[in-house]
Structure formats: structure tokens, C-alpha cells
């Protein structure tokens, strides 16, 4: 019987059929007969434990390999020419054949960012989601390699009740809410042990009771023991999200009374949002302009598939904002945490090709601030006070909604569903420690609560749950223009991205080989960094720190050791002078 698990062709079933190999029972007596030592139920988590980002988990049991998610993180600060991070592979290498089916629970980045580099790097296995999902994957494939979504092998889940054998998986979805259309949590079981895993989710309640919308009960019901792996990015807020339709009536009034143009600065991943504004301004006989190159695609794709409905004109292109008063026009951008090259930042300080600001505008910031970005919000807080009299955010008015649930809706679910085992997971370790916390206060067991790191196995078998210490690799494995790169084999595109976009400079000195002195004053070139002529002092500066560096060589350092030191020393100064970092290239004269 364990060999038909073998197959690498997922089953489809639907709601209704039979299924001959549900019965656990019997499948266990044959492993149980067949071999001495049952198989286990691995749960590996590939990243999103330690991050918020780069989701992706796997689930082995026996020969049998699926994936949860593959996201993408994006870089912090520090990264150089890095655009995003992936999860690391490592561990399937040579295991290709035995995985027996990728889910991916949305559409967000974080979910699917990565799909299209790992699903060729692990011999395209197959792919199952939701319509908006697999629409979103396959048009990110196409953009990595043109000509390769149509290799794409895909289980579109067609209704919440269909059911999946993979391998010796069964798996199950249910109904979540999310900031994204067709968001699925799924149930995986196993003879040891039933997963649940809601992707990411949001609480949405009832006006009048309180009670959430989405029911999530029926989950308490699945074969025992049971796994809760939970996104507990809102384990740190204790904020009640308003309701849709109080969002909904919010949008509307700032719309409609809005003396000039409206302006709304969103996530491109907040779809259902997007929708809704495209509808109102419709409704209002308003057009709408959407600005950012995630924003069109997510809306296109959205549109295609019916998810958005609206009059075709509706839309209208940016060029094109001028033919109509600015009382009749609604801007839907990106770039509400002052991200660089979105929208929102070119129309302020004047690089859109098109757009300005207007004092009379109406800007909207619709969008919860990603912690760390707190400074740069607030900088464009005030470039858009600066520029505009009507800027309208969420100190003010309620004018976002998080896709994330908060402690009260983690309670709840932990409440509800029953688990015996907890596993907080998709967000930074401390939201997992606090959701940890969370769990014991409302008496939770606490050796069945697991707070695992990136790449740590967690293990169960018939006797129960736990963490191991195995680890398997979990390090970064970055992606820049060129390709993906797990080690510095690259150097030489992420130099060139660096000089685009922080420049160069170089530093000559000159050094009397006997005597090791310095020869005359350091030279200095700057190539797209500073103009020199405006920072005398900097560059001064500069000229001392490699006068003091090259004494040094007294002390016997090599030429190599002198000139990293130039470079680090150097680019610290300069970036914390001007906060760029540009390629900093020594070079030593020896007379
Ligand atoms: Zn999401």
C-alpha cells in the first residue's frame, strides 16, 4: 500500500468522491507491517520563523515531500544590490522527485515571491492554489523567463471542499480572510498527526456581535492529534481592525467630498482594497488612474478573473489625468512607506514623467507602517504635509485594515479550533514568543507550544510532538538583476548595481617604497557620488582618514590589508556623511 503513495501524480478529488485511500487505519497496519520503524512527520520550516517574509515550509512524511509557500523577503539596508532573499533549498537537493506538490496559500510576495526561481531549481513540480494565486504565479514565471508559465504544472483548487492526495498527504482547505482575493488555509493529515495552517489571516467581526464572519470551528473536528501552525505577526498589536464596511464608508466619504484630486497611497498587495476604491470612484462618476507596475498587473489580474468589475474606461492611463477637472479624478499608487521608486515618492519630488502634486489633492495613506520604516514614514508625512493641505493617514481616520489577526483574534482561533500542539510561525521571533506567551495565559500546554528558527525540524511521530535539534540549511540565499547568488560568485553585477546607484569614488595614494611615507596629499575621484566642489570638508576628511591609514603600514600590514581598510573605513565615513554607500576603490602608487 505505501507504494501507490509513491506516485508523483497528485490526485484530484472533490467534494463528495470517496476516497479508497482515506483510511488511515489501513494504511498504517501495512507500514506498521512493512516496516519496522513508522515513518515520522517532519515539519521543517524553510524560512517566515525568523523574518516576516520568505514563507516556506515543508512537510515530510516517509518518501513524501509537499511545500507550503514559497515568499520572498525583502533586503534590509545593508544589503547592497540586493532585490529580495529567498528561501534556502539546500535540503532537497537530490530529494526532487519526492516532492509531491507545492501549495501556496495567496498571492502576496511573501507567499509567492519565489516560486519562479525555485520551481524550475526543483524540477517544476506541481502547483496548486486558488485562481487569483495561480494567475499571479504564472505571470511572475513569465516575467522571470519569458515562455516558461506554459511548462507550469498547476491543481487549480476549484471549490473550498475539494480535497488533495499527495503522496501520503491528505490534504483539505478552508475559508480565510486576507487583504488578497482567494487566500486558502489548508489541512494537511497525516497518520500521525493533522495540520492546520491559515496562511496569513485577518478576524473580520460583526458589527452588531461581535462574532467573526468566517467560522473556523469545523477545524476543532479534524483527526486528533492536531497542529496549529499559526502567522502570528499580530501577536504584538492589540489595535481592533475597523470592519470592512466601516473602511468601505470611510473611502467613500474622503472620495466624494474631496475638493480636488484624490490620491491613495497602498500596498499593490491589498487587491480587495483596491477594488473597492475603483468601485466607489466609479460610482462617483470619477476615473481611475493606477500608478506602479505591481499595482496595474495585481489589478489586471484581479479584473481578468472577475474579481474586480468595473467599466473599462473607469480606468484611465496617467497621461491622460489632465482631460478631466481634478474633482474627477482618483491616483491609486504605491508608496505609502515612502519606498524610493514607488508612485507616491517620484510625484513628490518631481521624477514622475507626469504627475505632481497639487496643494488642493487629497492624499490617503492606506496602509499600516512595516516596523522599521517608521522614520522614513514619517519623512514623507512631511514632504506630503509640505506639498499638499489635505493628507489624510491612520492616525486620523480609519482608513486601512490589517491582514493580520491580533492577540484577541489569536486567542480566539486557539479557542476555537483546540489544538494539542501550537506553532507560531511568519513573523519575527519575538511575535512568535509573544503569540508563545499568548498561548499560556489562555492555558495552553507549554511543551506543546514549538517556536522553532528558520530550517529547525520539528518532529512527530504516534507518541507526540516535538523540537528537535536538527537543523537543516536556512541561510540567505540573495537575488539581485542578475540571477541568484549564494555565494560572492556574483561580485562583479552587484559592484555595477552598487555604482548605479550610490557611485564611485577612488582614492590614490602615493607611497615612497623605501621609506613607506606618504607621498604628497591623496587623490580623489568621484564618478555619479558627491560633486567634490560641494564638500570640501567631507572630501578633506577623507584625505586625513588615508593619511593615518597609510601610517599604519609602519606597523607591517600587507598592501591588501591597507587597502580593505581604505575601503571600510572610507565607506563608513562617507555613509554616514550622506547615508549612500558608493564603491569605494583604493589604489596604491608605489614610487
Ligand atoms: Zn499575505
Same mark, same amino acid.
Given at each position: ?47 517566515? =520563523? ?6 516556506? #515550509? ?32 539546500? %535540503? ?12 501556496? +496559500? ?14 524550475? *531549481? ?5 502547483? /496548486? ?11 511572475? @514565471? ?41 487566500? @486558502?488555509? @489548508? ?14 489571516? #485577518? ?60 490620491? /491613495?497611497? #497602498? ?42 468589475? =468595473? ?9 491622460? /489625468? ?5 474633482? *474627477?479624478?482618483?491616483? /491609486? ?26 496643494? #488642493? ?5 492606506? +496602509? +499600516? ?18 506639498? =499638499? ?22 486567542? %480566539? ?93 577612488? @582614492? ?52 591588501? %590589508? ?10 563608513? %565615513? ?18
Amino acid at each position: 500500500m505505501i507504494t501507490k503513495y509513491k506516485s508523483n501524480k497528485p490526485r484530484h478529488f472533490h467534494h463528495g468522491h470517496k476516497n479508497k485511500n482515506h483510511d488511515h487505519k489501513n494504511g498504517e497496519q501495512n507500514q506498521i507491517n512493512h516496516n519496522s520503524k513508522e515513518p515520522r512527520l517532519r515539519i521543517i520550516p524553510l524560512g517566515g =520563523c525568523e523574518e516576516v517574509g520568505r514563507n516556506m #515550509t515543508l512537510y515530510e512524511y516517509g518518501q513524501d515531500i509537499i511545500i507550503l509557500d514559497m515568499g520572498l523577503e525583502f533586503p534590509s539596508e545593508d544589503m547592497f544590490g540586493i532585490d529580495y532573499i529567498i528561501p534556502n533549498t539546500d %535540503y532537497l537537493k537530490g530529494k526532487e522527485d519526492r516532492i509531491r506538490g507545492v501549495i501556496l +496559500s495567496h498571492g502576496h510576495l511573501d507567499h509567492i515571491g519565489a516560486a519562479a526561481i525555485l520551481l524550475e *531549481k526543483l524540477g517544476n513540480p506541481t502547483v /496548486i492554489g486558488r485562481n487569483m494565486t495561480l494567475a499571479m504565479v504564472k505571470h511572475r @514565471v513569465e516575467d522571470y523567463k519569458k515562455g516558461t508559465s506554459k511548462k507550469l504544472k498547476t491543481i487549480l483548487i476549484k471549490n473550498i471542499t475539494d480535497r488533495l492526495q499527495l503522496g501520503a498527504f491528505q490534504v483539505s482547505f478552508f475559508q480565510v480572510e486576507h487583504s488578497i482575493m482567494d487566500a @486558502v488555509g @489548508v489541512a494537511i493529515s497525516t497518520p500521525v498527526a493533522t495540520v492546520i495552517h491559515p496562511g496569513d489571516w #485577518t478576524m473580520e467581526r460583526n458589527k452588531q456581535t461581535g462574532e467573526p464572519v468566517v467560522d473556523y470551528s469545523h477545524l476543532a473536528n479534524l483527526p486528533r492529534p492536531s497542529v496549529l501552525m499559526l502567522e502570528s505577526l499580530g501577536a504584538i498589536s492589540t489595535k481592533q481592525s475597523p470592519t470592512s464596511e466601516d473602511l468601505r464608508a470611510n473611502l467613500d466619504q474622503i472620495i466624494s467630498s474631496a475638493p480636488g484630486r484624490v490620491i /491613495i497611497g #497602498t500596498f499593490a498587495s491589498q487587491v480587495e482594497r483596491v477594488g473597492w476604491i475603483i468601485q466607489i470612484s466609479e460610482r462617483l462618476g470619477k476615473k481611475v488612474s493606477l500608478e506602479g507596475y505591481s499595482m496595474k498587473m495585481n489589478v489586471e489580474i484581479a479584473m481578468t478573473l472577475g474579481y474586480i468589475k =468595473c467599466h473599462k474606461d473607469t480606468i484611465i492611463k496617467s497621461e491622460q /489625468i489632465g482631460n478631466y477637472p481634478d474633482n *474627477k479624478i482618483v491616483i /491609486i499608487g504605491t508608496g505609502a512607506q515612502g519606498e524610493e521608486n514607488a508612485a507616491l515618492s517620484r510625484m513628490l519630488d518631481g521624477s514622475h514623467r507626469s504627475l505632481r502634486i497639487h496643494k #488642493t489633492d487629497t492624499i490617503i495613506l492606506s +496602509s +499600516s507602517i512595516i516596523p522599521g520604516n517608521e522614520s522614513t514614514i514619517q519623512r514623507l508625512k512631511d514632504n506630503l504635509y509640505r506639498q =499638499c493641505n489635505n493628507v489624510i493617514h491612520g492616525g486620523l481616520m480609519d482608513v486601512h485594515i490589517s491582514g493580520h489577526g491580533n492577540r484577541d483574534d489569536i486567542a %480566539y482561533l486557539l479557542k476555537t479550533i483546540k489544538p494539542d500542539y501550537f506553532i507560531p510561525v511568519y513573523g519575527w521571533h519575538f511575535m512568535l514568543k509573544e503569540a508563545e506567551k499568548l498561548a499560556k495565559e489562555i492555558g495552553f500546554k507549554p511543551e506543546n507550544i514549538f517556536v522553532a528558527d528558520n530550517g529547525q525540524v520539528i518532529d512527530f511521530d504516534r507518541s507526540g510532538g516535538r523540537l528537535s535539534t536538527e537543523k537543516v540549511p536556512s541561510s540567505y540565499v540573495f537575488v539581485d538583476g542578475s540571477g541568484v547568488t549564494d555565494s560572492s560568485n556574483d561580485v562583479v553585477l552587484r559592484d555595477r548595481k552598487m555604482m548605479s546607484e550610490d557611485g564611485m569614488i577612488v @582614492v590614490i595614494t602615493t607611497i615612497d617604497v623605501k621609506s613607506g611615507n606618504l607621498i604628497g596629499s591623496p587623490d580623489i575621484i568621484s564618478r555619479g557620488f558627491v560633486y567634490m566642489k560641494e564638500h570640501k570638508d567631507m572630501i578633506q576628511k577623507v584625505r586625513d582618514k588615508l593619511r593615518s591609514i597609510v601610517r599604519e603600514r609602519a606597523a607591517g600590514h600587507d598592501d591588501d %590589508y591597507i587597502k580593505n581598510k581604505m575601503r571600510h573605513e572610507i565607506g563608513q %565615513y562617507l555613509f554616514q556623511e550622506t547615508k549612500r554607500r558608493p564603491m569605494v576603490l583604493p589604489v596604491i602608487i608605489k614610487v
